[in-house]
């Protein structure tokens, strides 16, 4: 157990829809990462915030947002959903803003 | 990040056999941190390497971090069927995470 936790573990959708995935950090950690893991595209990192302020931006859809609140927890907004949005979306967090991360169990999203 | 090529991407091992996989990239690379994915997991932190020519060493894992900072490896000696898994590279830069395609590895009994 790392301490990161994710909700919800499952989700399912239909195209066009929007959801909204919730993670919460290890104790004391300040820094929120999001990637998401398919098959065909591996881990790929999505966008990072530290300390309640985005740091660093990988490729996340224009239909893709997230924000992390003064209690540190983060949020990923995912809207008009499309069947390839479908994957695990893991959170991650650290100390700093590099270093070792460590990963929630994540959300398995299937989109319909 | 800067991109990273791992290879392999798949090893079948008989266990007790030893493994590797390693990590390359065109130009230098400030740090260097493995992962290992279990089937049905999410990434687990193993190291993290920053210095030229870096080895460490945890159990059976040993880690390096090339001279010139564009490659890395890790090795398992005498594998157990508890070394299965999905084993990531990823380097950081300026907060983005660039994951290699990861190393499978299964260990036949």
């Known amino acids: 157990d790392s301490g990161v936790t994710q909700t919800p573990k499952h989700l399912i959708t239909a195209t066009g829809q929007r959801v909204t995935l919730r993670c919460s950090p290890r104790?004391?950690?300040?820094?929120v990462y999001w990637y998401q893991q398919s098959l065909d595209q591996g881990l790929q990192f999505l966008i990072q915030y530290y300390n309640g302020e985005e740091r660093a931006k990988g490729n996340i859809l224009e239909r893709f947002s997230a924000q992390q609140f003064p209690d540190l927890h983060s949020e990923l907004n995912l809207s008009s959903l499309e069947l390839g949005d479908s994957a695990l979306y893991f959170c991650?967090?650290?100390?700093?803003?590099?270093?070792?991360?460590?990963f929630g169990p994540g959300t398995r999203l299937t989109v319909l | 990040g800067q991109q990273v090529m791992q290879i392999p991407q798949y090893q079948h091992v008989q266990e007790g056999e030893d493994f590797t996989t390693y990590c390359n990239s065109s130009?230098?690379?400030?740090?260097i941190q493995w992962y290992k994915q279990r089937p049905g997991g999410h990434p687990v932190f193993l190291i993290q390497l920053v210095k030229s020519g870096e080895v460490k060493k945890q159990k059976r894992l040993t880690f390096q971090f090339g001279e010139a900072k564009k490659n890395s490896s890790l090795h398992i000696t005498a594998t157990q069927t508890t070394d299965v898994g999905t084993y990531f590279c990823?380097?950081?830069?300026?907060?983005?995470?660039?994951f290699g395609d990861g190393t499978t590895l299964t260990v036949k009994p």
């Open positions: 991650a967090s650290s100390v700093g803003t590099s270093g070792g991360e460590f």
């Open positions: 104790s004391g950690d300040l820094s």
């Open positions: 130009t230098t690379l400030s740090n």
């Open positions: 990823c380097n950081t830069n300026a907060g983005k995470s660039t």
